[in-house]
Nanobody
Framework: QEQMVESGGGLVQPGGSLRLSCAGSGFRFDDYSIGWFRQAPGKTREAVVCISSDDRLAYYGDAVKDRFSIWVDAAKNSLGLHMKDLKEDDAAVYYC???????????????WGEGNQVAVST
């Protein structure tokens, strides 16, 4: 059975850092575009970062570029997200996901986890 399970997250003050991790099973990361999207209350899903299955390059959303970084261990089917200089606008539920292409990460992912809450507040 295919699944993705996130861990990490929590509450951090503005300017702080957090790490998220994701373990996948039942499928191979190398066969998909993989990454993270987030959803804040009342907002649509937003792509955070995606590693394309075509070129294995990471594509970051403008809102997180230079602050977030993704790592992947394809052999272990795991990936993570290191977030630094967090802002209150970064508060959301973060999901790891696998899709046929990065264009589908937020609207048509093949697999995704249940999400982990990231809260940014003083």
């Amino acid at each position: 059975q295919e699944q993705m399970v996130e861990s990490g997250g929590g509450l951090v003050q503005p300017g702080g850092s957090l790490r998220l991790s994701c373990a996948g099973s039942g499928f191979r990361f190398d066969d998909y575009s993989i990454g993270w999207f987030r959803q804040a209350p009342g907002k649509t899903r937003e792509a955070v970062v995606c590693i394309s299955s075509d070129d294995r390059l990471a594509y970051y959303g403008d809102a997180v570029k230079d602050r977030f970084s993704i790592w992947v261990d394809a052999a272990k089917n795991s990936l993570g997200l290191h977030m630094k200089d967090l802002k209150e606008d970064d508060a959301a539920v973060y999901y790891c996901a696998a899709a046929q292409s990065c264009h589908l990460l937020t609207t048509g992912a093949t697999f995704w986890g249940e999400g982990n809450q990231v809260a940014v507040s003083t």
